[in-house]
């Protein structure tokens, strides 16, 4: 399965449409359009974490380097994390990437 492939299909599981997906990633709906249509192969690696957030999956999912859409031992976060508002979402995903940025050695 491609990057469109798998873009496409986590986003009509969701019900979302194009827009939707671009207003939840902050990738813009042209990008999100040729990403589905196979127009681009390659994305920022910026838009890829957007992306794999809004749909709830992995990056390495998205990318292709996995088949399984996320780590069994986040399950339990990602259960609170569907429960979250959008905002909400965001916000525990920026505070994660927060804590591992200055975590301790």
């Known amino acids: 399965m491609s990057l469109q492939d798998r873009v496409r299909a986590l986003r009509e ?15 813009t709906r042209a990008t999100i359009s040729r990403i589905e249509s196979g127009q681009t192969k ?21 990318a292709g380097r996995t088949r399984e859409h996320f780590p069994a031992d986040i399950t339990f976060l990602l259960e609170c994390h569907d429960k979250l508002s959008l905002h ?18």
């Open 13 to 27: 599981k969701k019900g979302w449409n194009q827009s939707r997906l671009a207003k939840a990633s902050e990738v």
């Open 42 to 62: 390659e994305i920022l690696s910026e838009s890829l974490k957007n992306l794999a957030i809004a749909l709830g999956v992995t990056m390495d999912y998205l």
């Open 88 to 105: 909400d979402q965001l916000n525990l995903i920026n505070y994660a990437d927060f804590l591992s940025q200055h975590r301790r050695v």
